[in-house]
């Protein structure tokens, strides 16, 4: 596969792009720390186009890159636990082929926050994150479900140019 | 249903359980809104739920202990090896911004709670 870090790169500009089109997007539901994970497209996508070892990597330089550019030192530490949980257990259940796109990619909305809450609740160590967690379980579902119906329907036609040009 | 389908269902299904699981925590442990929350030092050690009885010992760490008492919803210091002992002889607390000091030991039993305290301020 000799375009891979093309697509790899590809990939990591299309996360970029959609990083910043969701601080456009005014996406508030009065709850903080919900949000579309409009990024997490292009890892979903990663992950069955590639093998876990590419969409590790892009979920890691994701992280970084997006979180220097839209966001500061402690979003980077939030979104790198969230996605690096999110993304591992997503490769888990690509590979054991046994769950559609969506339920893959509403697992891994899941985990994302799981990862995050995780690491609020290392920081503060107070129960009180207790109440969140129904919250972002059930945001991380729903978000997963649209991102997962949404690379669904993308992923044949990538698949389609990317036979066509020898890379698949 | 085909096996995949199954998997789906099964899977979402776990994490509905899970949310839920969550979302009963704060009813079945006591109200997390209404805590004890001992401070050690101008740190927070430790929160409590006020409304589940539990017999907490704070250990003072150049030596000595607080034993604090959390029962139906009042919260006071049953035993210590502080030299005055004044924590101990304090009566017990329940209300709102309502706290129990130990100063030798540096530590600080505070209610936080919905049930606000009768007195409108206190003069110290």
């Known amino acids: 596969m000799k375009g891979k870090p093309a697509y790899l790169g590809l990939l990591l500009a299309f996360a970029m792009m959609l990083s910043y089109i969701e601080t456009l997007i005014p996406f508030a539901v009065g709850i903080p720390g919900v949000k579309l994970g409009l990024a997490n497209l292009a890892v979903v996508l990663c992950l069955y186009l590639f093998r876990f070892r590419e969409a590790f990597l892009l979920t890691v330089v994701k992280a970084v890159v997006c979180g220097f550019l839209f966001g500061n030192l402690s979003m980077i530490i939030y979104s790198l636990a969230g996605a690096v949980l999110s993304c591992l257990v997503m490769a888990a259940m690509v590979k054991s082929d046994s769950f559609h796109i969506p339920v893959v990619s509403a697992v891994g909305g899941v985990m994302h926050n799981a990862g995050q809450l995780l690491v609020a609740y290392i920081t503060v160590r107070t129960y009180g994150v207790v109440y969140y967690v129904p919250v972002l379980i059930i945001s991380g579902l729903l978000t997963g479900i649209v991102i997962g119906t949404v690379t669904s329907l993308v992923l044949p036609y990538i698949k389609t140019v990317m036979k066509r040009s020898g890379q698949l | ?124």
Request: proline letters at 5%.
């Open chain 2, 1 to 124: 249903m085909s096996k995949k389908l199954k998997a789906d269902v099964a899977v979402i299904a776990a994490i509905g359980i899970v949310a839920t699981l969550f979302w009963a925590i704060p009813y079945l442990n006591g109200d997390l809104s209404e805590t004890v929350i001992i401070n050690q030092d101008g740190k927070i050690y430790r929160e409590y739920p006020l409304y589940n009885d539990a017999v907490i010992p704070v250990y003072y760490e150049p030596g000595g202990y607080n034993l604090i008492l959390v029962s139906e919803g009042e919260v006071s210091v049953t035993d210590a090896d502080c030299p005055d002992k004044l924590c101990v002889k304090q009566r017990a607390v329940s209300k709102n911004g309502e706290s129990i000091i130990c100063l030798p030991h540096k530590l600080v039993v505070q209610i936080s709670s919905k049930e606000e305290s009768d007195l409108d301020a206190v003069t110290n």
